[in-house]
């Protein structure tokens, strides 16, 4: 199993930037599909962003397109969100998932089809 721990939420003005990470532990985070997804109050949770195993297969949701980016450093064993631009309706708890593949080059963009979760990190995003 691997266990995944993010970071880098907090509080940032509109149009301001941050980057969340998520740290892998327990394997290699190579191994895995991966992506970040946000619930705000009483919404659905959404996904924003995935890659694929090989990290070379991007999807971000329409809603962030252009702003946010999801990267991985391999030897950190950490996958990054780098979202710019923000608006106050980016504001949410922010959670990394991960899933083991069918293909290396799969991704996949709903809550439902991930194996492991973080705890989440909130982003609040003031106007």
């Known amino acids: 199993q691997v266990q995944l721990v993010e970071a880098g939420g907090g509080l940032v003005q509109t149009v301001g930037s941050l980057r969340l990470s998520c740290a892998a532990s327990?394997?290699?985070?190579?191994?895995?599909?991966a992506g970040w997804s946000r619930q705000g109050l009483g919404k659905e949770r959404e996904f924003v962003a995935a890659?694929?195993?090989?990290?070379?297969?991007?999807y971000y949701a329409a809603s962030v397109l252009g702003r946010f980016t999801i990267s991985r450093d391999v030897a950190k064993n950490t996958l990054y969100l780098q979202m710019g631009s923000l608006k106050p309706e980016d504001t949410a708890v922010y959670y990394c998932?991960?899933?083991?593949?069918?293909?290396?080059?799969?991704?996949?963009?709903?809550?439902?089809?991930?194996?492991?979760w973080g705890q989440g990190t909130q982003v609040t995003v003031s106007s």
């Open positions: 998932a991960a899933k083991t593949p069918i293909y290396s080059g799969d991704y996949y963009v709903s809550p439902d089809e991930y194996d492991y």
């Open positions: 327990g394997r290699f985070f190579g191994f895995y599909a």
């Open positions: 890659n694929s195993r090989s990290g070379l297969s991007t």
